[in-house]
């Protein structure tokens, strides 16, 4: 069969787009208007900017799944490159499976499970910070929370001593990583990074000196007494180099505390932007807990707060789009994409497809029973990606969100400040702006 040319805005679409574009600053308005004039494949037309982007399950499963290895998951020209090196988001082939066959295992359910404790533990020691009757930022207090948890359960390292001086560096970093300019001019200067990016790899690099020094001298004790293999301990005894090591460990810093984040202050903003749903989730937490510490046992029945919380990936998935590099000329459901296209397959669309979601811009945590997960095709819903590449760090994000989040109500009652013009915005994740205020009632 003959493929044609991806489709692309007429004038007057364009010029829409553009309006658009002008008006809200959302480039995700611009992607769903696209999607609606256009169909699930076409390709965006700006000077030096002209990614394929595609919608839905038939072609998720071709870019996931069935011609997978037809994909670069690696572009030199894009800051993430060049700031994890050689970290595992940004490798292919064997590099990669070298990698994920070290830091896999510690990040499966049977070593996840151990650090409930800590997580846990973090929780409480942020929130006993919250004044009764008292107004915080979730977002601001998630990525804090986020960030805790990541090193302590991941890396066996407590961050609160370095968590102020660290704050700045972590937010520029992320910010260098963004969207921005360098999509269109990516030899574009970009100055300001410099001594942030610094400060980031001091950092990690002590943390390696420092485990390499307690492992030479065995003194051991701190981490015979880990609930499970740490990934910082699992790397250096794997025989990587300093580097290798720095650059795993950045990958997890910065891809996994930041969707964590956004995640979590997603579903806490959902859940107190509609209260019936929200008495829901604190009833069974209260009646799946009582008053017991959130625990393992408690996991599989916490079924509402699951539901909640995976219907806010699918609105507000953290990862709303999956970047690839075309190897080679490709068939894409009839459409030719050349060799060297950037391939967009864009979650936030397929999440919202009307198409597969009923009303898909409500919150319907109940999406997600078991009856109606079966009636959709497989690969519809892809917040943590799918096939052999799918998020290494799913598991243990589901159950740190399950603890966290059941923790939280448990302890709380939370209400929006009124007036927020809360929106999504395109940063390294997807992440609610200007941020979330909350009022904080001890319950």
């Not at 950092?203 to 492992?215: N, P, Q």
């Not at 069974?284 to 393992?296: H, L, N, R, Y």
Request: aromatic share 8%.
């Amino acid at each position: 069969m003959d493929t044609k040319p991806l489709p692309v805005a007429d004038e007057k679409l364009g010029l829409e787009v553009l309006k658009r574009l002008a008006r809200e600053r959302s480039l995700l308005v611009a992607l769903e208007m696209m999607h609606e004039h256009v169909g699930d494949a076409f390709q965006i037309t700006l000077p030096g900017f002209q990614p394929a982007v595609l919608v839905g399950p038939e072609t998720n499963r071709f870019v996931l799944v069935s011609d997978r290895d037809r994909f670069l998951w690696r572009n030199e020209k894009d800051p993430v490159a060049k700031l994890l090196r050689q970290g595992i988001l940004v490798q292919d082939g064997e590099a990669h499976g070298r990698l994920r066959a070290i830091m896999e295992p510690v990040l499966q359910r049977p070593s996840v499970i151990p650090h409930i404790p800590t997580i846990r533990r973090y929780t409480d020691e942020l929130t006993t910070q919250w004044r009764d009757g008292g107004t915080v930022d979730m977002l601001v207090e998630m990525r804090r929370l986020a960030l805790l948890i990541l090193l302590g359960a991941t890396f066996n390292v407590d961050m609160w001593p370095d968590l102020e001086r660290m704050w700045l560096p972590i937010l520029k970093t992320i910010k260098y990583i963004s969207p921005g300019l360098w999509i269109i001019w990516p030899n574009l200067p970009r100055p300001g990074y410099k001594k942030v990016l610094q400060a980031m790899d001091d950092y990690l690099y002590g943390l390696i000196a420092r485990r390499r020094l307690e492992i030479e001298r065995l003194e051991i004790e701190r981490l015979q007494d880990a609930p499970s293999p740490d990934l910082l301990t699992a790397l250096i005894q794997a025989g990587l180099d300093d580097g290798l090591i720095r650059d795993q460990l950045l990958t997890m810093l910065i891809a996994g505390h930041d969707t964590s984040t956004a995640s979590l202050t997603w579903t806490l903003y959902l859940l107190a932007q509609h209260p019936e749903q929200m008495a829901t989730a604190v009833a069974e937490v209260d009646s799946v807990c009582g008053d017991d510490d959130p625990a393992e046992a408690h996991l599989q029945r916490l079924e509402f707060l699951d539901m909640a919380f995976k219907e806010a990936l699918r609105l507000y998935p953290p990862i709303h789009v999956g970047n690839r590099m075309a190897a080679t000329d490709l068939d894409v459901t009839g459409y030719e994409v050349q060799a060297g296209t950037r391939v967009m397959y864009s979650i936030y669309l397929a999440h919202r497809d009307k198409k597969h979601w009923e009303n898909p811009e409500q919150f319907c945590p109940h999406r997600f029973d078991k009856n109606a997960r079966s009636q959709r095709p497989p690969l519809t819903y892809v917040p943590f990606g799918g096939g052999p590449r799918n998020c290494i760090g799913a598991t243990f994000a589901q159950i740190e969100a399950k603890i966290v989040l059941a923790r939280i109500l448990q302890k709380f009652t939370l209400t929006l400040v009124p007036g927020q013009k809360i929106k999504p915005y395109m940063g390294a994740t997807l992440e609610p702006k200007p941020g979330v205020k909350m009022l904080i009632r001890k319950r």
